[in-house]
């Protein structure tokens, strides 16, 4: 943004996602609405959607009339008074609060931004999500009116082509193919919708987007409506995201009143409309089949393809389904053209992807990289490693259907086609590190578990094979593991993922047979040994303190269940193994780390 | 989250017809609208009473099989009565690896419930739901419309508390972030 707005010494804009507000930004907010006011700061108060910084949050970013802006970070209501005082009335930047400054993209924590290279997420935490005015004054919609009155649809789909963008949503579909076959599709009543279900267990890119930049995803369905001869879309959301909801309804209302959604849009013969469908809880809707039964209030269980949506979908109509960032990058493609998309990346894998960095990482939030960085730039210079100097063991990408990758992989390049032939995918963008403590065989369970309890159970080999897979892998973990069960797993897994109805099955035993191939001594070690390195098992643990480090401080007596916990004050402690459930409690308490899992 | 409280307080009585009348004539002979007809009877009562669905399968033109596969599809439709502030502990990847099963254990323990039931003074429901999409901040679990994030098993004691009050006494957020 150009300055900081309309004429007040600075521009001050708090992070107000979900991420931001559960980090106590509404208490932030509060103090510095009420801060101002008695305060007599000239100061232009505004909020922002989620910039991605959430390991950060609260954030607050002080624009000054130059337009150089201050980001910090860990705000809290307490602090507000101080920020004011210093940067808005003395202007001085209060160094130790500093996450990124903009004449110095490297300050602190700011490489987490300045490594990153954002399309997608251009807007989110620059402009109030809630504001369409904010979203014109910086360009939006000039995309859309471009198209709709200078563009054929057929134009407006090469572009999309030329880009080389492939679904988002996981897949990775050529959009501008998809596209082309529901224009092509014949039939005068089509449908198009957005898939905002996003149930990939790690991932909040979508989320994100919508509540920090809605209007960029309703022009890019605004474009593709244009593109495929749709006039009436829907955007099919979770209802677990109220905020990114809330802020969709105000979106669609600002654009009614401005004539870019309904009749006639921007002065076009072209009509278009947006409906918001909100989910209700259910994985295997991010299915296109099953997403489409469940909008037309059925129960939501795919159907065999084909037909394929392009040719009958919803309500038995052509219809095209694309995800909330494929959608968010369609304006900027338009804008600045194909070509210049397709300028990012690989040879195969064009543009950008958003990730979701979570887990054992440093900086945990949204990174936005070009494809074709490796998996260690991604989780080291953007992510800033691992957290608390332990050591990276894996990383988990594309959720219940992806995989895990080891440390020697983390030169791989995210690209759809070297993930997936390290044996993970890109998948919605889900990046969960784990470290030495978080145990692979668990890892593999809790995703079984998931996918066993999200199965809609039409077919067989999803319903009854994903439940025999997570009860041989409750048993390894509950240390009853037998010598034949790594073969049985192998079987499964592949009769499963041949014979499922939909992707939900056909992918399920994924996180099974990566964490096979590259941590088969961890299934052994449970097996044979009945030990869980990782420390995590807990039937095949046993906790223990070091007398060397343990100070007697006694923390871990008071929140033991068992009282299995004993020792004389200020002396080190012991713990009585027969006693002991290892419920860990006295692990999560313990201020010197001296109680150990093995 | 600062909008629509939905503590039990506001539910109607199952006995009460009006407030589904109302959303069943807004919604009148929409195409593929059960689902949102359901989710809003949910609102308005708490949870769906086979009162409710039999008069939705009746009123709204569909059969009661129909209206009670929805309902049991679907993760987010309860067909018994939650208490005051439904507690609901995160399993997403994230929190599962930052010791989601540790908080829900917790949390069962100082309420003396299990997962899905309810305390016996109504006060509190705990559920494990999926992924709530706030993976930077894991473990976290939602109380009522409250956020907690970065729990601790050590925590939770002194989360709950603010809530065991009087009815409509709450946290502040987020006082537990680290």
Known sequence: MSGNGNGHAYKVVLGYGTCGIAAGATAVKEALEQEVESGGYDVDLDIAGCMGLCFKEPVVEIFDRDGCSVVYGDITAKKVPQLLEEHVGKGQVIEDWVVKKSEDPNACDGDFLANQLRVVLRNCGKINPESIEEYIEIGGYEAARKALTSMTPEEVIDEVSTSGIRGRGGAGFPTGTKWGFARKSPGDEKYLICNADEGDPGAFMDRSVLEGDPHTVLEGMILAGFAIGARQGYIYCRAEYPLALKRLDIAIEECHQKGFLGENIFGSDWSFDVKVKKGAGAFVCGEETAMMASIEGQRGMPKPRPPFPANSGLWGKPTNINNVETFAAIPWIIAEGGEKYADIGTEKSKGTKVFCLAGKVRRTGLAEVPMGYTLRQVIFDVGGGIAGGREFKAVQMGGPSGGCLPAEKLDTQVDYDQITAAGAIIGSGGMIVADNRTCMVDLARYFLSFTQDESCGKCTPCRIGTKRMLEILERICEGKGEPEDIEKLQILAGDIKDASLCALGGTAPNPVLTTLRYFKDEYEDHILNHKCAAGSCPALITLYIDAETCTGCAACVKVCPTDAITGEKKEPHVIDAEACIRCKMCLSRCPSESIIAE | ?178
């Open chain 2, 1 to 178: 989250m600062e909008h629509e409280c939905t503590c039990s307080t506001k539910f109607a009585d199952v006995d009460d017809l009006r407030p589904l009348e109302e959303i069943i004539e807004r919604y009148g002979s929409e195409k593929g609208a059960l689902i949102p007809l359901l989710q809003e009877a949910q609102d308005a009562y708490g949870y769906l009473d086979e009162k409710i669905m039999r008069e939705i399968a009746k009123r709204a033109g569909y059969q009661f099989s129909q209206v009670f596969g929805v309902a049991t599809f679907f993760a987010q439709f309860r067909l018994k009565p939650i208490g005051e502030y439904l507690i609901k502990v995160c399993h997403g990847t994230a929190c599962h690896v930052a010791g989601a099963t540790q908080i829900t254990d917790e949390v069962a323990n100082q309420l003396g419930i299990k997962e899905g039931e309810t305390t016996p003074d109504n006060k509190f429901t705990l559920e494990s739901v999926m992924c709530l999409g706030a993976c930077a901040l894991a473990p976290i679990m939602v109380v009522g419309d409250d956020t907690h994030g970065k729990l601790k098993p050590t925590s939770i004691k002194k989360v709950l508390k603010h809530y065991a009050g009087p009815s409509g006494s709450q946290a502040s957020e987020g006082d537990d972030a680290e």
